[in-house]
């Protein structure tokens, strides 16, 4: 079946340094992919989205790549700051022409930043 | 900044109870969604809604579940009997256009712990 599920778990980083976390799926159709991030008793928080169609995007301190052919999917951190400890989840959605609205969640990455 | 507001925040119910989860999207979105995210586990699609009907729901969704539209603010998901594994955290979200491109603003959460 489908399936967007992450490659670790949890990651500990250094402030200051960047970090990458990342992201597979096996769904080929899937057209749009977001990054959220979810801190403790919060819901997702969008960061950084990406369509099928781009490789690459760029945020403020964010990049999300996409690699179609080997259905990966990273987010690039730069500078991490404390702020930045969280859970990230990356979510799949399928093509919107078939009328699918609904986001599919990977497993989720915990991220902690290292004072 | 707009917010989906949910209550309450903790429900803590009875097996075979009825429960009420509540959710005011922003005020400009019709487009409406109920997610679950059990303790540790990926979040999960349960229920798109619009223009007064489900649009998409998961297996999850079965018929101990209900969402509605009661007026002009609010959406609900009612969950008719409770079991023990219900509990979770459930996250409503709305957006103004419809998936994820339409910028999801998800709720805190509802944590929801049937005994």
């Known amino acids: 079946g489908e399936n967007v599920g992450l490659h670790l778990p949890t990651l500990s980083v250094q402030e200051g340094d960047n970090s990458i976390i990342n992201c597979a799926y096996s769904?080929?159709?899937?057209?749009?992919f977001i990054w959220y991030k979810q801190e403790s008793g919060k819901g997702p928080q969008f960061i950084i989205d990406?369509?099928?169609?781009?490789d690459k995007r760029q945020g403020q301190r964010v990049t999300v790549l996409l690699n179609k052919t080997v259905k990966h999917l990273s987010l690039q951190i730069a500078a991490t700051q404390p702020g930045d400890s969280a859970v990230y989840f990356c979510?799949?959605?399928?093509?919107?022409?078939?009328?699918?609205?609904?986001?599919?969640f990977g497993t989720g990455t915990r991220l902690t930043i290292i004072p | 900044e707009p917010e989906v507001t949910q209550t309450p925040s903790h429900q803590v119910t009875q097996m075979g109870q009825e429960v009420i989860l509540r959710c005011v999207p922003i005020?400009?979105?019709?487009?409406f969604y109920w997610y679950r995210q059990i303790l540790g586990q990926k979040v999960e699609f349960l229920v798109s809604?619009?223009?007064?009907?489900?649009?998409?729901k998961s297996e999850i969704f079965d018929d101990q579940f209900s969402v509605e539209r009661p007026d002009g603010s609010n959406f609900t998901l009612k969950i008719r009997s409770t079991k023990l594994e219900d509990s979770a955290m459930y996250f409503c979200?709305?957006?103004?256009?419809?998936?994820?491109?339409?910028?999801?603003?998800f709720g805190s959460g509802t944590r929801l712990t049937v005994v």
């Open positions: 979200a709305s957006s103004e256009r419809p998936g994820g491109a339409g910028g999801y603003t």
């Open positions: 769904n080929s159709a899937s057209d749009y």
């Open positions: 990406i369509r099928s169609n781009m």
């Open positions: 979510a799949e959605e399928g093509s919107l022409r078939f009328g699918n609205e609904k986001l599919t």
């Open positions: 005020s400009n979105h019709l487009y």
């Open positions: 809604f619009y223009n007064n009907e489900i649009s998409e």
